[in-house]
């Protein structure tokens, strides 16, 4: 794993948890914009379920999982924290993953299918870590084991 890809990692370690809490509003709209919108968003967590969907390491995770509707949730979350018009009505991460039991490699792949999916949606590496550093502090939330 290169020296960015560990930094990216690492921010998304230490930031992952708001992602799942209750949007906070936000004035600033930049991130939200330079994701591409409601549209970027729905692209990137798309191209990024290509990838996690297909991970030898973490795939199984999702067997039983709605994935439309996952996605559905993830897009709203991230459109709300980024600053954008959406409204996420999910539970927090830590409700959402009791009893899943995401270990840190598990969340590793996960975060590194991410940053594929951004990478395929043509997200700019400097938007890529924004976004990851908001992220990151749900790692706490996330991971049980």
Do not use: W
Not at 105 to 116: H, I, P, R, T
Not at 117 to 132: E, I, W
């Amino acid at each position: 794993m290169s020296a960015c890809n560990r930094y990216s990692v690492t921010l998304v370690m230490t930031a992952l948890p708001v992602l799942m809490i209750a949007p906070a509003a936000h004035a600033d709209d930049t991130l939200y914009r330079d994701l591409g919108g409601s549209e970027g968003i729905v692209r990137l967590v798309d191209k990024a379920y290509d990838h996690i969907l297909s991970d030898d390491r973490i795939k199984a995770k999702f067997d039983d999982v709605a994935i439309p509707r996952v996605k559905r949730m993830i897009s709203d979350q991230i459109c709300a924290l980024v600053g954008g018009p959406c409204v996420y009505k999910g539970s927090d991460m830590k409700t959402v993953h009791r009893g899943v039991h995401v270990t840190v490699g598990e969340f590793n792949a996960l975060v590194e299918d991410l940053e594929q999916g951004m990478d395929d949606a043509g997200v700019p590496f400097r938007t890529q870590n924004r976004l990851l550093a908001l992220l990151a502090p749900m790692e706490r939330d996330i991971v049980t084991r």
